[in-house]
Structures are given as structure tokens and as C-alpha cells.
């Protein structure tokens, strides 16, 4: 049996890769897209809170807030000028694809050239440990838990508990019959946009003090969400919260017990579930 | 219509033979040869761009600094002093990178010489440098900078022009005795490396030394891009390892060394393969208390305690190191770059006096071989003419620093012996 703390760090993985997870399927709900960098958004709003902390003196849970509004915003000008125009009649997925694939080595280029390839630490927030029995944990990574729990109550309030979140579960349901009973399909794509990518952005900021920030950090998280999301459900947000659960914790129990062929087993895991069940755990299955 | 289309032609035709008969005149005729000193280009193809660009642009103020002492001097051969410009190349740490960085700096700039070198695209840039007769002055450890005899791409027959100035490779397992040294108490080595390397040469040489000295060792991997430590240091912990060796990229060390820390191992030693590229990073990101103790390779060569570096080059590196600092603002801390491409530079410098030519690589080369060189990290005659094939592997004094109060201090050396 592994040790607790390979317990808690697989769990500290889980609630990252839930709430990149999160973010594109809720993208992909309304859009149709799969986001294809949606991990530079996670490195951008790392960026932002580095910046917005050493630069600005602004505290670490403000920096979080501004990261999301930023790169949010960063999302919704993506969304408008680049994937609502690739997605029109005339168009295709492939054009969308192709589109986003190219935004990843843009953004890197690009961060790279604004903020240098050198690794930027954020050890001073939130320092120190928890001593728990025989293990510890520090309190960043205690952090992210906290972050992640607040994040999914605050999105399952707006999306059941507000008119913006029914007319966004409204138009991923019957998008045709939204528009008829006046939502502007194309407003809540924006919204929905900006909610993914901000929701990328917090998750890069809170995960800046624990690892390092530089602008090749968002590969490995986005690969791992869409991972996370084939075996949860394409679709589901329901499965997406699974799907980084258990991605989370099987890539660090796996590790733990047979290092480096960890990422071999997930993916001949994500294999097997596409071949078995390929709407994942909660998807609705092909009509 | 046909009127005007032999118009537009011929006009055409009149604007480029103009072009060419103005580029002609703008050509300036040779001038005759200065009596002042003759320059020698070097190039070095370097990775200036992509993940691995820190190592390769964090050097440039001291490489800078370096030649301009240097050159203050230069070199001599015969009555003719001699200077070097540095060509820098950006190889973006790939194969095709690293050819085409090649190609540039031999037929575009002119290089007989290339050095400096130690991005992972040894046999790309081999495959361009020996057929043109450039000497490449390289270092090893990269999986295929490795001789055959090794199972890796080196073959002395086929590159004939190849030197090895910074044994890398060597210089691994002697930090390892290094660490053995300083820590004489230690329980466990653990080995950490990217799965890149996992079954290369280099770690089956590795071991088989390791093995034969009776070093207690322990070696785990991880993917490249592995941010995610914890579940490896469970591993080091559980075989008893005190001492990690990480070999891993900066930002790899930088987590595990961190990571270690928050799981409470905090006696858990944990050293980086190469020289610390910026204290400052390093404490930002791992953590002033974490980073206290972090072990290090260790270049400052006024600080040898068993390796002898002539003071004429002492003094260069700390001179270098003064510009380096005035030229940023601030304290120059990086002493790699000391071990590397001023080393290799006075392997060429020197090889180029003994064979009293700079053009003719074949003399130079013979130099070289089994030659013994004097530079910034001690006096070393090149061996390995039974494991290379051919004596073309520099030495390497293999010293360690250990972090106490924010900076570098010698922690143990232990000098690389030759080659059979």
C-alpha cells in the first residue's frame, strides 16, 4: 500500500487536472472545440499571478482573481476574432484545430520573448509545511485543495443556481431552442470561453508557487486534462471532476510503484476506455 | 499588347544586370594585410532558443568578458599575434538544429573551428564538421558523445576532427566519487536521470565504475517534463538514499529539490549534475531554506584545492567574471562557462602554436592527440586512446560546491584520472 503522502500528492494532482478538466469541457459543451491551448492559458495566468505578486505587491489570492479576469478576457478575444470565425459556415473542425494547435507555440513564443525561457519561483508564498504523522505536506499544495473545493462550489452555484449558468446548460443542451427562447448562443460562447480559460489561468496561478513558472509549464497539464476528460466523458463536467480524480491518483500511485512506466499505463488506460466504453465513465453515448 | 510585354521584359532584364554590375562595384577590393593582429573565428553552436536556452544564454556575459581579456594579448605564433572572435549559432539543442548551426558557421562564417559545445546533437553536427575537416571541440555525457567501444556515435576513424575538451561523461562518475568523498558516512547514492539516457552508454559505463569502486548506489527515472517528484523521492527514501545525484535538466533538480523538502526529507542531500546557472532562480523557485545544502558541480578555479590551474588563468576568469558583473549590474555568480569554452578555446589556442599553423586542422589535430594543454581548469594531457580510440579526451577536476548562507562553497574535488 503506498504511503499517505503518495495519497495526498495524487490528490493535489486530481483537483489541477479537475479543474483544467473542467474548463474544457465546458468549452467543448457549448463550443463543440476542443481547446487545443488550453494549457498555454494555465502557463499565461501563471505568468500573470508571478507578475502580479513580485511586480505589483498584489496579495496571492487577489493575483488568482486578476489572473482569471485577464486571461479570461485573453480567452474571450481568442474566442471572438479567431474560433468564431473558423467555426462558420464554410469552415471546419480541422480549421479550429489547426488554429489552436498553432496558438500553443504562439503563446510559448510568445511568453518566452516577454518573459524570458528561465525558470520563476514563487517559494515565498505560502511557505512552510504540516507536519502529519509521517508525512508532510506543505501549505501550498494544501492551497490548491482548498482552491479547487471553492471552484466547484462557486461553478456548480452559477451554472444551477443563476440565469447566466441555465442559459449555458440551456445552449450545451438544445442550442437551437436556446436561441428560440432568446439567448444569444453566441454571447454565452464568449462567456463560456472566458470561464474555461480563467478557470486554466487560476489553476497555472496556484500551481506557480508549487512547481515553477516558465512558458513551457502548460504541455504536460493539458495533455493530462484531455486525459482526464476522454476517460470521464467528452461532455460531461460530471466526468470531468472523475476523470482528473482518478487520473490523478492512479499517476501517482502508479509511480510510485513502477516509476516511469506510469504515463504508459494511463495511456493504455485511456486506450482500453475507448475501446470499451469510448463516451467515457458519464458521457452520453454516440447517437 | 505584345509592344508592351517586350517593354516590361526588357526592362526587366536592364534592372537586374544593373543590380549585378552595381553589387560588383560595391565589392571593395582587398585591402592589403594588417599588420595588426590576424583574427580566427570560432564558432559555436549553441542553443540560444527552446527549453534549453537558460544554459545557453545565461554564459554569454562571462564568454563575452572572457575573450575581450584574452584578446587583449591573444595568441602568437611565430611573429603574428593572433585574436579570436566568437560566432555564436543557435541550435535549438536539436539534430537538425545543429547541422544546420554547422553549415552556417563553417561555409557561411568561415569557422576551421568549432567549440564549446554541448547541446544533445553531437552526431548531427559531427556528420557536417569531419568531412569539411573542422575540428569540433565537444563535451561528452549527451548518449551519443560517447565512443563505440561504448556503444555511442563516436568513431575515431570516421571523425577524425572530433575532441572531447569537456568529459562530462567522466566528469559524472567522478562527481559521484566526489560526493563519496565528501560524505564518507553516506548510506545510499541515488541516481536520478531522464529515461532519455535509461540504458544509454553512458549509465552502463557509469555503473560498471560505480560497481568496481564499491560505491552503494540506487538509480530511479522519470519522463521528460515530470514535474511530479514525490512518488520518486518515496522510492529514494524507501532504498535508504541520503545523497540524490539528480542529472536531470535545471527545472528537474529544482523540483525534486524542492518537493524533497516539503516531504520532510529534509536530510536528504540532493545534487545537480551541473554548475547552479543562477542562485537567485534557484531560491526563487525551490526555496531559500530547501536550497540551503544543495550540492553543485563547481568551477571557480581559485578555489582548486587538488587541482593546479596556472595563475595566468585564474586571473583571466576572475578579471572575466569582474566585467561579467559590471556588464549585468549585479554579482555574477555562474562559474560554469570557466570550465567549458575558454577551456576548449586554449586547447585550440595551444594545439594551433605547437603545430605553428592556424589553416592546416590535420597539423592542429595531431597536436592534439595526447598533447598536454594547460588551461582555465588545470594542466591535463589528453588519453583515451584505448576506450576512444584515439587520445582526444580532455580531464576535468570533477569539483563540487555546496550551498551554505545563499553561496557557492568548495565542498570536494576529485581529479579525473586519464583514459586507458
Given at each position: 500500500?503506498?504511503?499517505?503522502?503518495?495519497?495526498?500528492?495524487?490528490?493535489?494532482?486530481?483537483?489541477?487536472?479537475m479543474t483544467m478538466a473542467f474548463g474544457m469541457v465546458l468549452v467543448f459543451s457549448i463550443l463543440g472545440i476542443l481547446n487545443w491551448?488550453?494549457?498555454?492559458?494555465?502557463?499565461?495566468?501563471?505568468?500573470?499571478?508571478?507578475?502580479?505578486?513580485?511586480?505589483?505587491?498584489?496579495?496571492?489570492?487577489?493575483?488568482?482573481?486578476?489572473?482569471?479576469?485577464?486571461?479570461?478576457?485573453?480567452?474571450?478575444?481568442?474566442?471572438?476574432?479567431?474560433?468564431?470565425?473558423?467555426?462558420?459556415?464554410?469552415?471546419?473542425?480541422?480549421?479550429?484545430?489547426?488554429?489552436?494547435?498553432?496558438?500553443?507555440?504562439?503563446?510559448?513564443?510568445?511568453?518566452?520573448?516577454?518573459?524570458?525561457?528561465?525558470?520563476?519561483?514563487?517559494?515565498?508564498?505560502?511557505?512552510?509545511?504540516?507536519?502529519?504523522?509521517?508525512?508532510?505536506?506543505?501549505?501550498?499544495?494544501?492551497?490548491?485543495?482548498?482552491?479547487?473545493?471553492?471552484?466547484?462550489?462557486?461553478?456548480?452555484?452559477?451554472?444551477?443556481?443563476?440565469?447566466?449558468?441555465?442559459?449555458?446548460?440551456?445552449?450545451?443542451?438544445?442550442?437551437?431552442?436556446?436561441?428560440?427562447?432568446?439567448?444569444?448562443?453566441?454571447?454565452?460562447?464568449?462567456?463560456?470561453?472566458?470561464?474555461?480559460?480563467?478557470?486554466?489561468?487560476?489553476?497555472?496561478?496556484?500551481?506557480?508557487?508549487?512547481?515553477?513558472?516558465?512558458?513551457?509549464?502548460?504541455?504536460?497539464?493539458?495533455?493530462?486534462?484531455?486525459?482526464?476528460?476522454?476517460?470521464?466523458?467528452?461532455?460531461?463536467?460530471?466526468?470531468?471532476?472523475?476523470?482528473?480524480?482518478?487520473?490523478?491518483?492512479?499517476?501517482?500511485?502508479?509511480?510510485?510503484?513502477?516509476?516511469?512506466?506510469?504515463?504508459?499505463?494511463?495511456?493504455?488506460?485511456?486506450?482500453?476506455?475507448?475501446?470499451?466504453?469510448?463516451?467515457?465513465?458519464?458521457?452520453?453515448?454516440?447517437? | 499588347?505584345?509592344?508592351?510585354?517586350?517593354?516590361?521584359?526588357?526592362?526587366?532584364?536592364?534592372?537586374?544586370?544593373?543590380?549585378?554590375?552595381?553589387?560588383?562595384?560595391?565589392?571593395?577590393?582587398?585591402?592589403?594585410?594588417?599588420?595588426?593582429?590576424?583574427?580566427?573565428?570560432?564558432?559555436?553552436?549553441?542553443?540560444?532558443?527552446?527549453?534549453?536556452?537558460?544554459?545557453?544564454?545565461?554564459?554569454?556575459?562571462?564568454?563575452?568578458?572572457?575573450?575581450?581579456?584574452?584578446?587583449?594579448?591573444?595568441?602568437?605564433?611565430?611573429?603574428?599575434?593572433?585574436?579570436?572572435?566568437?560566432?555564436?549559432?543557435?541550435?535549438?539543442?536539436?539534430?537538425?538544429?545543429?547541422?544546420?548551426?554547422?553549415?552556417?558557421?563553417?561555409?557561411?562564417?568561415?569557422?576551421?573551428?568549432?567549440?564549446?559545445?554541448?547541446?544533445?546533437?553531437?552526431?548531427?553536427?559531427?556528420?557536417?564538421?569531419?568531412?569539411?575537416?573542422?575540428?569540433?571541440?565537444?563535451?561528452?555525457?549527451?548518449?551519443?558523445?560517447?565512443?563505440?567501444?561504448?556503444?555511442?556515435?563516436?568513431?575515431?576513424?570516421?571523425?577524425?576532427?572530433?575532441?572531447?575538451?569537456?568529459?562530462?561523461?567522466?566528469?559524472?562518475?567522478?562527481?559521484?566519487?566526489?560526493?563519496?568523498?565528501?560524505?564518507?558516512?553516506?548510506?545510499?547514492?541515488?541516481?536520478?536521470?531522464?529515461?532519455?539516457?535509461?540504458?544509454?552508454?553512458?549509465?552502463?559505463?557509469?555503473?560498471?565504475?560505480?560497481?568496481?569502486?564499491?560505491?552503494?548506489?540506487?538509480?530511479?527515472?522519470?519522463?521528460?517534463?515530470?514535474?511530479?517528484?514525490?512518488?520518486?523521492?518515496?522510492?529514494?527514501?524507501?532504498?535508504?538514499?541520503?545523497?540524490?545525484?539528480?542529472?536531470?535538466?535545471?527545472?528537474?533538480?529544482?523540483?525534486?529539490?524542492?518537493?524533497?523538502?516539503?516531504?520532510?526529507?529534509?536530510?536528504?542531500?540532493?545534487?545537480?549534475?551541473?554548475?547552479?546557472?543562477?542562485?537567485?532562480?534557484?531560491?526563487?523557485?525551490?526555496?531559500?531554506?530547501?536550497?540551503?545544502?544543495?550540492?553543485?558541480?563547481?568551477?571557480?578555479?581559485?578555489?582548486?584545492?587538488?587541482?593546479?590551474?596556472?595563475?595566468?588563468?585564474?586571473?583571466?576568469?576572475?578579471?572575466?567574471?569582474?566585467?561579467?558583473?559590471?556588464?549585468?549590474?549585479?554579482?555574477?555568480?555562474?562559474?560554469?562557462?570557466?570550465?567549458?569554452?575558454?577551456?576548449?578555446?586554449?586547447?585550440?589556442?595551444?594545439?594551433?602554436?605547437?603545430?605553428?599553423?592556424?589553416?592546416?586542422?590535420?597539423?592542429?589535430?595531431?597536436?592534439?592527440?595526447?598533447?598536454?594543454?594547460?588551461?582555465?581548469?588545470?594542466?591535463?594531457?589528453?588519453?583515451?586512446?584505448?576506450?576512444?580510440?584515439?587520445?582526444?579526451?580532455?580531464?576535468?577536476?570533477?569539483?563540487?560546491?555546496?550551498?551554505?548562507?545563499?553561496?557557492?562553497?568548495?565542498?570536494?574535488?576529485?581529479?579525473?584520472?586519464?583514459?586507458?
Amino acid at each position: 500500500m503506498p504511503p499517505a503522502g503518495i495519497w495526498v500528492d495524487g490528490l493535489v494532482q486530481s483537483c489541477i487536472y479537475m479543474t483544467m478538466a473542467f474548463g474544457m469541457v465546458l468549452v467543448f459543451s457549448i463550443l463543440g472545440i476542443l481547446n487545443w491551448a488550453h494549457g498555454q492559458f494555465y502557463m499565461l495566468g501563471a505568468f500573470v499571478v508571478y507578475y502580479a505578486i513580485t511586480a505589483a505587491g498584489i496579495p496571492f489570492p487577489i493575483s488568482l482573481l486578476v489572473s482569471g479576469v485577464v486571461v479570461g478576457g485573453l480567452g474571450m478575444l481568442v474566442e471572438k476574432f479567431v474560433i468564431e470565425r473558423l467555426t462558420a459556415p464554410g469552415y471546419g473542425m480541422l480549421y479550429v484545430t489547426v488554429a489552436t494547435l498553432a496558438l500553443i507555440f504562439f503563446f510559448e513564443g510568445a511568453a518566452g520573448m516577454a518573459f524570458g525561457l528561465m525558470d520563476k519561483g514563487l517559494a515565498t508564498v505560502l511557505p512552510g509545511v504540516l507536519d502529519v504523522g509521517s508525512f508532510s505536506v506543505s501549505y501550498q499544495k494544501i492551497a490548491v485543495v482548498i482552491f479547487t473545493l471553492v471552484i466547484m462550489v462557486i461553478m456548480y452555484v452559477v451554472l444551477n443556481r443563476t440565469k447566466v449558468g441555465l442559459a449555458i446548460r440551456a445552449a450545451a443542451q438544445e442550442p437551437v431552442a436556446a436561441s428560440l427562447y432568446g439567448i444569444s448562443v453566441g454571447r454565452v460562447s464568449l462567456i463560456v470561453m472566458g470561464i474555461g480559460c480563467a478557470l486554466a489561468a487560476m489553476a497555472g496561478g496556484i500551481m506557480g508557487p508549487v512547481h515553477s513558472v516558465n512558458p513551457f509549464m502548460g504541455r504536460i497539464p493539458m495533455i493530462m486534462s484531455l486525459l482526464a476528460i476522454i476517460i470521464g466523458g467528452l461532455g460531461s463536467l460530471t466526468g470531468a471532476i472523475v476523470g482528473g480524480i482518478i487520473l490523478g491518483l492512479l499517476n501517482s500511485v502508479i509511480a510510485y510503484k513502477i516509476s516511469y512506466f506510469s504515463e504508459v499505463v494511463l495511456f493504455v488506460l485511456v486506450i482500453l476506455v475507448l475501446l470499451i466504453r469510448p463516451q467515457g465513465l458519464f458521457g452520453a453515448p454516440a447517437k | 499588347m505584345k509592344k508592351w510585354y517586350n517593354v516590361v521584359a526588357i526592362s526587366m532584364v536592364a534592372v537586374i544586370v544593373l543590380g549585378i554590375f552595381a553589387i560588383a562595384c560595391a565589392q571593395k577590393p582587398a585591402e592589403p594585410q594588417a599588420t595588426g593582429p590576424i583574427t580566427i573565428n570560432i564558432g559555436e553552436p549553441v542553443a540560444l532558443s527552446g527549453s534549453a536556452a537558460p544554459w545557453g544564454q545565461i554564459p554569454t556575459p562571462f564568454r563575452e568578458a572572457w575573450f575581450e581579456v584574452f584578446n587583449k594579448e591573444g595568441f602568437k605564433i611565430g611573429d603574428q599575434t593572433y585574436n579570436i572572435k566568437l560566432i555564436q549559432v543557435d541550435d535549438q539543442n536539436t539534430a537538425e538544429g545543429g547541422a544546420a548551426a554547422a553549415k552556417q558557421l563553417i561555409f557561411g562564417d568561415n569557422c576551421k573551428f568549432l567549440a564549446g559545445h554541448w547541446t544533445w546533437n553531437f552526431s548531427a553536427i559531427a556528420s557536417v564538421t569531419n568531412p569539411a575537416k573542422v575540428i569540433f571541440v565537444t563535451r561528452t555525457g549527451a548518449p551519443d558523445a560517447l565512443p563505440a567501444s561504448w556503444n555511442g556515435a563516436y568513431d575515431a576513424k570516421t571523425m577524425p576532427y572530433v575532441v572531447f575538451g569537456t568529459p562530462s561523461q567522466d566528469e559524472f562518475t567522478y562527481n559521484c566519487f566526489a560526493l563519496v568523498d565528501a560524505f564518507p558516512n553516506y548510506k545510499k547514492l541515488g541516481l536520478l536521470d531522464s529515461t532519455v539516457s535509461k540504458g544509454g552508454p553512458g549509465w552502463v559505463v557509469l555503473q560498471d565504475v560505480l560497481n568496481k569502486a564499491g560505491v552503494r548506489w540506487h538509480s530511479e527515472w522519470f519522463t521528460p517534463g515530470t514535474t511530479d517528484f514525490a512518488p520518486i523521492i518515496t522510492r529514494f527514501a524507501e532504498e535508504d538514499c541520503d545523497i540524490v545525484f539528480v542529472a536531470g535538466w535545471i527545472g528537474e533538480y529544482m523540483a525534486f529539490a524542492k518537493q524533497r523538502w516539503e516531504m520532510g526529507y529534509k536530510d536528504m542531500k540532493v545534487a545537480c549534475s551541473g554548475p547552479f546557472v543562477s542562485l537567485g532562480m534557484y531560491k526563487a523557485v525551490v526555496g531559500a531554506d530547501a536550497f540551503e545544502g544543495a550540492i553543485g558541480a563547481y568551477y571557480d578555479n581559485s578555489q582548486f584545492k587538488k587541482t593546479e590551474v596556472n595563475p595566468k588563468y585564474i586571473a583571466q576568469c576572475q578579471e572575466a567574471l569582474t566585467i561579467a558583473a559590471e556588464k549585468t549590474g549585479k554579482p555574477y555568480e555562474y562559474t560554469g562557462e570557466i570550465a567549458w569554452l575558454p577551456s576548449h578555446v586554449l586547447i585550440l589556442v595551444q594545439a594551433m602554436q605547437k603545430a605553428g599553423t592556424v589553416d592546416d586542422t590535420d597539423a592542429i589535430m595531431k597536436a592534439i592527440r595526447g598533447g598536454t594543454f594547460d588551461t582555465t581548469i588545470g594542466k591535463w594531457t589528453m588519453s583515451g586512446a584505448e576506450t576512444y580510440g584515439s587520445p582526444v579526451v580532455f580531464g576535468t577536476p570533477a569539483c563540487l560546491c555546496v550551498i551554505q548562507d545563499g553561496k557557492e562553497v568548495y565542498l570536494s574535488e576529485h581529479p579525473m584520472e586519464p583514459l586507458p
